[in-house]
């Protein structure tokens, strides 16, 4: 099967993703070892890697990683909580401290993850931040204190048919009230607009948003979407 450099430049793991959505849609494998097999699948392509963006997921460089995920600072805007789904080795908690020193902003960064490897890796890298990582299914996961600032990359930690239930689990159990759930930033065709498109039909409307152009494919761009969750009436 010829790969289709667009869906490459969004997700390099596009393939192995499509076909494990496939073995699920056709029965030929359940939902628990979809998580199973996601969760090996990355977990060795992560620790095999030789760099902390690597072992995050990130295949740029430095410049390209704050370009990127720097644009989380936009959706930032007060001191408090935040957690990171999907957090790999720790390392976005740790840039985004670093990048909001001296802000003004007391943020008290956590990690949440589904694979106790990299997990290990993170707490290894960040010991003085041990307790601040979580294992964990974020579909299912629910904490002991809710975040003022909750953030996920993207929705295809979990099967299609479950993203719904994961922004749900997300918004509902793990932001707190008053607080934000930050999607993204992820990679889209600039023409489209699938995943705003999707959860306003789940009934999100975006409080926020950001845009950048894509650094390498002008037919891609970044986006950056945030729900604001209403305070508790006194």
């Excluded at 979990?158 to 997300?170: A, C, I, Q, S």
Aim: with cysteine; aromatic share 10%.
């Amino acid at each position: 099967m010829p790969i289709d450099p667009l869906k490459s430049a969004i997700n390099r793991a596009y393939q192995f993703c499509e076909d494990q959505q496939s073995a699920l849609d056709e029965g030929r494998i359940t939902e628990e070892e979809w998580f199973d097999i996601h969760c090996q699948f990355f977990t060795g392509k992560y620790l095999a890697a030789d760099n902390p963006r690597s072992q995050s997921g990130h295949g740029g460089d430095e410049a390209a990683y704050r370009y990127t995920r720097g644009m989380l600072i936009e959706a930032i805007d007060r001191s408090g909580r935040l957690l990171d789904v999907g957090c790999a080795n720790g390392l976005l908690i740790e840039k985004l401290h670093e990048w909001l020193t001296g802000s003004g902003l007391d943020v008290e960064v956590h990690g949440l993850d589904i694979s106790d490897r990299l997990l290990e890796l993170a707490k290894k890298r960040l010991p003085h931040w041990r307790d601040r990582f979580h294992l964990g299914n974020a579909l299912h996961w629910i904490p002991t204190a809710k975040f003022d600032f909750v953030c996920i990359a993207e929705l295809a930690y979990v099967p299609e048919k479950r993203e719904r239930t994961l922004l749900y689990h997300l918004f509902e159990h793990c932001v707190a009230p008053g607080g934000r759930l930050i999607l993204g930033p992820s990679s889209e065709e600039r023409d489209s607009r699938e995943i705003e498109g999707k959860v306003r039909a789940w009934g999100y409307a975006p409080t926020g948003y950001c845009e950048k152009s894509h650094q390498r494919e002008p037919a891609l761009c970044r986006r950056m979407f945030w729900f604001d969750k209403e305070r508790e009436a006194k």
